[in-house]
């Protein structure tokens, strides 16, 4: 079950990438970094699921997409666009080939974008066709999962969502483009799964490689903090506005360099300094963005100002920081500290709760402490029951 559970995760992930490559060279000009970058990213995917075997095909049954007898479902748009794209060229069936170059799926990429049908042709490791189900009665029998695997099955599309926060704060790495439909998307789905599921635990992201530590921790802070204001009451466009909120608090980290992010030791005065400034650089940033709720700008300034004033960026006067502020610090630090970071190791969840403690009435609204904590607690007790 675990190696069929693995083979259609990273068939999703295959998909997902191929997709995200078809739309970036649509949208930026040849040779852009992003395209390379998402290029070879599909390659490495597919790579990795062509070992040890002789090819994978995909075919389009319906709304279905079908992999070795495996059905793909997924709710998205962005994979419902991909399944347009497969209809619109009249391709009802694709086989990649063990041995692959990349430059032959870097063409197959960039003629799909075409308007034009004929451009996207079979070659030797890349091969197409068109399906007659009256003819081709086989395909038409595959596995239906049951319904635990097929909520298994959904539970993956947290996969995306990811991706796409990811491509979100790449984007304005490269070129300071924005997205914000992407983010709305990522929002209303997270709210969906902590709905449905009841636990924020079982869906908060792994970190796979240091580098990915601003993208991630922006996914598991949106998480933490609708779970926690959704239980204290907020509902409707105002969590919405939250959860928005939560996922672009740390921004103004796109601008800094990866030397300092990434640094092991401890930072010197002028590194601290460059750190300290990313929550006004991540408001400099979020004014550009129309229709952005205001309540981003707010948090994006004040999530490291702690509960009695203190904290940065310094700000004259008795200040004390906005209700949602409150709760995004509390999610921050408590991802960061279960995180392995290039300085340390992740700390065990005894230690995160003891330093969350410690903090209380100083750094933490101790209401929203005591909220957040409980909440936890229970919903790793539900987790281990499920």
């Known amino acids: 079950m675990m190696d069929l559970m693995v083979f259609r995760e990273n068939l999703y992930r295959f998909i997902l990438c191929l997709s995200s490559s078809i739309s970036n060279v649509a949208i930026y000009p040849s040779h852009h970094p992003y395209i390379d970058a998402s290029i070879k990213e599909t390659y490495a995917e597919l790579s990795e699921i062509l070992k040890g075997r002789g090819d994978i095909r995909f075919v389009l049954l319906k709304n279905v997409l079908i992999s070795n007898g495996i059905p793909l479902m997924f709710k998205s748009?962005?994979?419902?666009?991909?399944?347009?794209?497969?209809?619109?060229?009249?391709?009802?069936?694709?086989?990649f080939c063990a041995g692959l170059p990349f430059d032959q799926l870097e063409q197959f990429i960039i003629k799909f974008t075409s308007d034009r049908k004929d451009q996207v042709f079979s070659t030797k490791f890349i091969k197409f066709a068109k399906i007659d189900l009256k003819d081709d009665s086989k395909?038409?029998?595959?596995?239906?999962?049951?319904?635990?695997e097929l909520d298994a099955v959904l539970d993956l599309g947290m996969l995306e969502p990811n991706r796409m926060?990811?491509?979100?704060?790449q984007n304005i790495m490269l070129d300071g483009t924005f997205h914000m439909d992407n983010i709305s998307e990522v929002?209303?789905?997270?709210?969906?799964?902590?709905?449905?599921?009841?636990?924020?635990?079982?869906?908060?992201?792994?970190?796979?490689?240091?580098?990915?530590?601003t993208f991630t921790h922006a996914v598991n802070v949106c998480i933490l903090t609708m779970s926690l204001a959704e239980s204290l009451g907020f509902s409707g466009s105002h969590l919405r506005d939250i959860g928005t909120a939560a996922v672009l608090h740390d921004i103004g980290k796109t601008l800094i360099s990866e030397e300092i992010l990434l640094k092991k030791g401890p930072l010197d005065s002028?590194?601290?300094?460059?750190?300290?400034?990313?929550?006004?650089?991540?408001?400099?940033?979020?004014?550009?963005?129309?229709?952005?709720?205001?309540?981003?700008?707010?948090?994006?300034?004040?999530?490291?100002?702690?509960?009695?004033?203190?904290?940065?960026?310094?700000?004259?006067g008795p200040w004390q920081p906005n209700i949602v502020s409150q709760m995004i610090s509390?999610?921050?630090?408590?991802d960061a500290l279960r995180t392995k970071r290039p300085y340390r190791e992740a700390m065990p969840p005894d230690e995160v709760e003891r330093i969350l403690r410690l903090g209380s009435g100083v750094s933490f609204n101790p209401f929203l402490l005591e909220h957040f904590l409980e909440g936890i607690k229970n919903k790793a007790l539900q987790s281990e029951h499920v």
Request: proline share 4%; charged share 25%; glycine share 6%.
């Open 139 to 148: 395909e038409a029998e595959f596995i239906y999962p049951g319904t635990d």
């Open 330 to 334: 509390i999610a921050d630090v408590f």
């Open 165 to 169: 926060v990811k491509d979100f704060f």
């Open 77 to 95: 748009a962005s994979w419902n666009d991909f399944l347009d794209m497969l209809r619109k060229k009249e391709i009802g069936q694709i086989t």
């Open 187 to 213: 929002v209303t789905f997270f709210l969906e799964q902590i709905q449905k599921r009841g636990s924020s635990l079982t869906m908060l992201a792994s970190l796979k490689s240091v580098d990915e530590y």
């Open 270 to 316: 002028d590194e601290r300094a460059v750190m300290e400034n990313h929550p006004l650089q991540g408001v400099r940033q979020l004014m550009k963005i129309k229709g952005l709720p205001k309540l981003a700008l707010t948090v994006a300034l004040e999530h490291h100002i702690k509960y009695d004033g203190s904290g940065y960026p310094h700000i004259k």
